[in-house]
């Protein structure tokens, strides 16, 4: 699927004393097989990008197309292809039990799975079938993070978007992030993490795009900046 940023702007609290403008004059396209580094201090948009890729949240103006349509249009359908998880895991929960947190979104988006499918997950994050049964506000902060990125692979998605997705997170996490970072890579799938530590994920990525202040600086192949030493 391409994706396509033209000229858009996202403003909060617009006409009013409080407005802050969060995205100012984006232009950025990419295609959902492709794996980008998302980076900026705090405060420089990467969240907001992520709630408009998501299609929370509208362009004040300029366009945004997914394969040339309006996506929100058909909102539905086509979030049902993405995989977001956000900086803040507990602020997206809102289920009884960690099962029915995991299964949330294959069951909102009509996705069959099965029980193993639950368990491999947890596997994958080194997670006992105890943790089932609790309720996911009670968790600890590395729990939380590593429930909330189990949901949006059940229901198997196209493309994965996390951010700051090792807040939190032991080595055991970190690593079980890359391995699922690198299976979508195997699978000819995509993601984009916004993240304070890019250095974590410079090796499974293609491609970087830079944030300042609400506006993309740069927007540049991972090669090119091996080729001139801004990565080691």
């Known amino acids: 699927m391409k994706i396509e940023l033209k000229n858009v702007c996202v403003s909060f609290e617009s006409g009013t004393e409080l407005e802050k403008r969060a995205l100012s004059d984006i232009d950025l396209n990419f295609d959902t097989s492709e794996s980008i580094l998302l980076v900026g201090n705090t405060g420089s948009g990467k969240t907001t990008l992520i709630y408009l890729l998501d299609l929370l949240i509208k362009p004040s103006y300029g366009t945004l197309l997914y394969d040339g349509k309006n996506p929100f249009n058909d909102a539905y359908n086509f979030r049902k292809k993405f995989g977001v998880a956000f900086q803040i895991p507990e602020r997206q929960f809102f289920n009884e039990t960690v099962e029915q947190e995991i299964t ?129």
């Open 104 to 232: 949330y979104a294959a069951r909102n988006f009509e996705i069959d799975y099965t029980y193993r499918d639950v368990l491999n997950i947890l596997n994958l994050f080194e997670l006992d079938e105890s943790i089932l049964k609790k309720s996911p506000f009670k968790l600890s902060g590395g729990e939380q993070r590593k429930i909330a990125i189990a949901s949006i692979l059940l229901h198997k998605p196209e493309f994965l978007i996390f951010d700051e997705p090792t807040a939190g997170l032991d080595l055991s996490g970190i690593l079980s992030i890359r391995k699922t970072l690198m299976n979508f890579r195997n699978e000819n799938k995509g993601f984009l993490i916004a993240t304070h530590e890019p250095e974590i994920f410079y090796d499974v990525c293609d491609r970087i795009v830079t944030l300042v202040n609400g506006r993309l600086v740069e927007n540049r192949l991972l090669v090119e900046y091996q080729n001139r030493g801004d990565v080691d």
